[in-house]
Each structure stands twice: as C-alpha cells, then as structure tokens.
C-alpha cells in the first residue's frame, strides 16, 4: 500500500500549494483566472478542512510506515483488503518459502485484514514453539475449525486452557499411552493383515492404486481402537469421504476469515459445504455414540467413547464434557488417525520405488530380521532400523502436514526484538522447515542413511531438539497421536515390502527424465501426492497364498 500512497502524495502537496497560495484546491491554470483575494467565507472554510485533512492524512501515513518499519518482521508488501493473499497460489507452503528466501526466516504479512507471521527456519521456530510457546498455544477461530469442532468443544481446535488440558490427558491416557497402543497391537496387525489380503485376492495384471489400498487402513484402525468396532463398507466410506472433506475446510484459506465482512457472501461456497459437512458428521458419530449407550454391557471391554461417556457423566469433574465434547473428540481422533499413516507410506513405497537402491536395501533387512518364512509382526519393527529411517526421512520430505498454525490471542509479544501485537496468526511452515540446507545437508535429496548417523539419532519419540524437524509439531500442541502414527506407517511399509515385490507400470514414468511424478497437491491442511502411486505387484512370500 505505501507505493500507492506515496504516488497520491505529490497530488496532495501541491494541492496544499495551491491552497495556500491562492487559498483554493483548484488547478493554477484556474487560479490564474480568478480574481485575487475575493474569497467568501465558505471556501476559506473549505481550504482549512482540506489542509487539516491533508496534513491529517501524512502523519497517519507516517505513523503507518513507522510502525510497519520498526516493529514488525520484514516482508512482501500488502495490497489494499485483500493483503498478501494473491501471493499464496496453489501451493502455499512453496510461495511462502519462496518469499522467505526474500524476506526472511521470520516474515510478517496480511492475509486480508489478519496480521499473519510465517516462520520458516528451526532457530526462529524454537521461539515460538519453545521459548514463547505457552503464549502461542492457541489455534486460529476458523470458521471451519468453529464448524467442525462442534463449536471448539474438541481439543485439536480449541484454546489452550484447562479444559483443553482435561481433554487431551483423557485421550493420551485411555488411547494413546504405550501401555494402551501395546494392549492395541492385536487391531493393527488384523487390519495390516486385511489390507494384504486384498492385495493378494486382486487383479494382478493390473496396477493397483497404492492410495485406494490404504484408503482405509487408518480409519479402520482408528475406529476399532476408538469405537471398539469397525464400521461396514458403507459407513467407513462416509468416514473416509467426511475426513478428506473436513482436511480440505480445515486448510483452506477461507476469505470470510481473513476479509471478515465479506464472510456473509461465501464467495468460496466454503461454509456451504462446512454446514452441509455438519450434517454428515453429526449423523455419523451420534450413531456411534447411540450405539455405545444402548449397548450398556459391562463385560464389553471398554473403548474411548465409554470412557468419554463415563467422564461426561461424573459431576465432580472440573470441566464437565458435553456431548458436543464426546463427538468433538471422537471427532479428532478420527481426523488424527485416518490419513495421516497412509500419506507417509504413499510417499515412502514411491521414494523406494524410483531410488531401487532404496528398495533393496528395505528389503534386504526384512529378510534379514524377519526371514521369508513369515509375514513381519509388530514386534519385529524396533529391529528394522533402516526402515524406521526411510519412515523418518518421508517424514522430513513429505509431511503430511503443510503448516503448524498458531494463534497470539489475548496479549502482545516481544519475539526476537519485534513486538508481536494480539490476534497475530502464525505459521510455522513445515515444508521449509524440514528442507532447510542449514539444517540438513543435501536437504532435497532422499537420503535415510542421515537418521541413522549421529544427529538423526537425536530425533526421537520426544522430537527434534534442533527444531529441524517439526513434522509432528512441537510444544503445548504437538501431536499426541506421533507413537500411533509411526507405528501404523512403519508396520504397513514393511509387510507391503515384505510380502510382495513391485514395480511401476510403464505409463506412470516421465519418460524425457525416468523420473516418477513426485509433484504435490495442497489438500488444505495436508499435503498429498498430486499423482495416486499405482504399482504391480507379485508375491514375495510364498506363505502368504493362504490369505486368498
Ligand atoms: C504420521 C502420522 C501423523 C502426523 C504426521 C501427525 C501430525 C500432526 C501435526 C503436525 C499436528 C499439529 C501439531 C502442532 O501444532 O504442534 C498434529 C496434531 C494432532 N494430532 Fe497428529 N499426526 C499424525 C498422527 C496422528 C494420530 C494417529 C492421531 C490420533 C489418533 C493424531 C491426533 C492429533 C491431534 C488430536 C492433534 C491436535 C493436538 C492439539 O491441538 O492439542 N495424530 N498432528
């Protein structure tokens, strides 16, 4: 906006110049033609309003100017109402990166009328993560997090307070804890079992789409492990379809929340789908809990939705849970554990798949330390030590997530000598951050070899302490969900590795390069493989014959 207005200044000095020399805002050339000093009342009136206007206008500019010079991180210059939002293209997490090579590692820009910070190096990420991070713990009030989160009665879109602390300990203790994950096993492995035989009872003359396979590996484990039952065909594809949905409202850069009173046209047709999305949601997980109530059987083992009813009941609690809560949890449980596995093994079999060095070497190890006697079991991962790095560096590369977001709500900030004003959003861009090269050397090359040197060993259940790898998040907010993850996408890539051998089919090769189409798509919050992987393959294991 300055270059706009420094253009327009020059028309309003000289207009002060003519005011003052012939006490009018009119052109010289018609001044000349005025008679001298015959002036009424109201146009000396008239010349004090424009010049006090006048002068009015250069000291906000400057007041302007000033504060966006002297307090705030540098960055691109904004555009009237819309801000900085044309910048952000079809790939957010690469424009921002690009404009940080410009700006720097901490950038401030406006995303229509929100000051928004996007931080895209670990050392500045340590600050608002670490140093800053109870004051950033906070999530943006979205329209679509307000939607879907049954009005912030969840935890993974609420405010950080005791409420959201109440909740999040109920999940990482009832679902999450290792004791609880360990007593799970049993799910994961009939699931990943499932998932093979349809491998196995498939058209193999045909590719098969690697991301229709696993379509439903998260959801059904997620489900099992949450809901204590798998839902039928029907319903785990309304869960499937409700996810994607709910990831892409989630994501989105939703005008009405960044141009607020523009919100009412729904120019996006976003909140349209939010409500329409509502619906389904609200029908799905009352069901769920329905089901649960009528059920009432107390030698059925209990699951996280009795827990929550449980807790919902118990009037002594601190903060008592609705069932705007229940479904709320359930609600992110869901979004957690359904595609999150999948996208990290997408990406892993394609990275194996164009590096075959990568490949034999995966599978050299499983038949190292599982033999090709059996399937792998769960309790064989901890000794693939090579897999659990390939895992690691799709991680780094390919994180399902695009963005950490956080929300400086209640009080300004001083972050590394700029001071921070309240209602800031924040984004802390994954992508960049785990390609950094300062961090990483040979930063856009598939290397797995790096986690299991020195420094990569220091990347654990606990996270990086470099920030240079933020793919779960880090502080207050990190993903309580990080254990399961892993484990899902690191058993699922060994027995698909395991069991068969693959390759590409003809046509999914660039042929001028030979390179597979590694390109990605921003799917609101995540980021998925534009291009579905499809591969062929044929049985490794000849145990696996019973399967059909
Ligand atoms: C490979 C798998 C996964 C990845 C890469 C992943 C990544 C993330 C990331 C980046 C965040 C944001 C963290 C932050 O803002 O600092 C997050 C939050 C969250 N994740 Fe995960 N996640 C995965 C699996 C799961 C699973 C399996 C669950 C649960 C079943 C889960 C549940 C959650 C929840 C509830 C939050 C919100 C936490 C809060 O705001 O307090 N995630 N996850």
Same mark, same amino acid.
């Given at each position: 906006?300055?270059?706009? #207005? ?5 028309? &309003? ?6 005011? #003052? ?17 015959? /002036? ?27 504060? @966006? ?51 895209? +190096? ?29 009005? &912030? ?26 004791? =609880? ?50 839902? +039928? ?61 009528? =059920? ?57 798949? /164009? ?12 038949? =190292? ?26 991680? @780094? ?8 977001? /956080?929300?400086? +709500? ?24 785990? @390609?950094?090269?300062? +961090? ?36 207050? /907010? =990190? ?20 069991? &068969? ?48």
């Amino acid at each position: 906006m300055l270059p706009a #207005i420094v253009s327009i200044l020059p028309h &309003f000095v000289f207009g002060l110049a003519d005011c #003052i020399i012939v006490g009018s805002c009119f052109s010289t050339k018609k001044t000349m033609e005025l008679e001298f000093p015959q /002036r009424p009342v109201s146009e000396s009136v008239e010349f004090y309003v424009k010049f006090a206007s006048a002068l009015l206008f250069v000291v906000l500019v400057a007041a302007w100017s000033k504060k @966006r010079k002297g307090r705030l991180p540098p960055g691109p210059f904004p555009l009237p109402i819309i801000g900085n939002l044309h910048m952000l293209g079809a790939l957010p997490h690469r424009a921002l990166a690009a404009l940080s090579m410009k700006h720097g590692p901490l950038m401030s820009l406006r995303l229509g009328s929100v000051l928004t910070l996007v931080v895209s +190096s670990p050392e500045v990420a340590r600050e608002f993560l670490k140093t800053h991070d109870q004051l950033f713990a906070n999530k943006p009030p979205s329209a679509a997090a307000k939607h879907l989160s049954f009005n &912030f009665s969840d935890f993974g879109f609420t405010s950080y307070s005791p409420y959201w602390r109440q909740l999040r300990k109920l999940c990482s203790l009832e679902l999450l804890s290792p004791r =609880r994950l360990d007593y799970f096993r049993f799910i994961r492995e009939e699931e990943v079992s499932t998932m093979i035989r349809s491998i196995v009872n498939s058209d193999d003359s045909r590719p098969l789409n690697i991301n229709q396979t696993l379509a439903s590996l998260g959801t059904a484990i997620i489900c099992r492990m949450a809901f204590g039952r798998k839902y +039928s065909d029907q319903d785990l594809r309304g869960f499937s379809s409700m996810v994607r949905e709910s990831f892409f409202l989630l994501g989105s850069f939703n005008i009405g929340d960044y141009i607020p009173y523009l919100d009412w046209m729904d120019l996006q047709g976003l909140n349209r789908r939010m409500k329409k999305l509502q619906k389904t949601q609200e029908h799905l997980l009352e069901k769920v809990i329905d089901e649960h109530i009528a =059920r009432n059987d107390p030698n059925v083992t209990h699951d996280l939705v009795d827990i929550l009813l449980a807790a919902s009941a118990d009037k002594d609690r601190e903060f008592q849970i609705s069932r705007d809560g229940i479904k709320g949890v359930l609600f992110d449980m869901l979004l957690g554990g359904s595609d999150t596995a999948a996208i990290v093994i997408e990406w892993a079999m394609s990275e194996a798949l /164009r590096n075959p060095p990568v490949m034999k070497k995966l599978q050299d190890e499983l038949e =190292r330390v599982v033999g090709l006697g059996r399937m792998v079991c769960e309790s064989d991962l901890p000794r693939l030590v090579y897999l659990q790095a390939v895992v690691k560096e799709t991680l @780094r590369l390919y994180a399902p997530g695009s963005f950490l977001t /956080r929300y400086l +709500s209640a009080q300004s900030c001083n972050v590394l000598g700029y001071e921070i004003p309240h209602n800031t959003l924040v984004l802390v861009n994954i992508w960049a951050i785990g @390609r950094n090269p300062m +961090s990483w050397q040979d930063a856009g090359n598939f290397r797995p070899e790096r986690f299991m040197e020195k420094v990569g060993s220091e990347i654990d259940a606990n996270g990086d302490q470099n920030f240079g790898f933020v793919s779960f998040g880090a502080g207050r /907010r =990190r993903c309580p969900g990080q254990q399961l993850g892993t484990l899902v996408a690191e058993f699922g890539l060994a027995q698909l590795l395991h069991c &068969f051998n693959w390759r590409l089919p003809l046509d999914d090769i660039n042929r001028e390069n030979e390179e597979l189409d590694m390109t990605e798509m921003f799917c609101g919050i995540l980021l998925r493989k534009a291009r579905e992987l499809s591969a062929i393959s044929t049985p490794r294991l000849e145990c696996i014959a019973h399967l059909k």
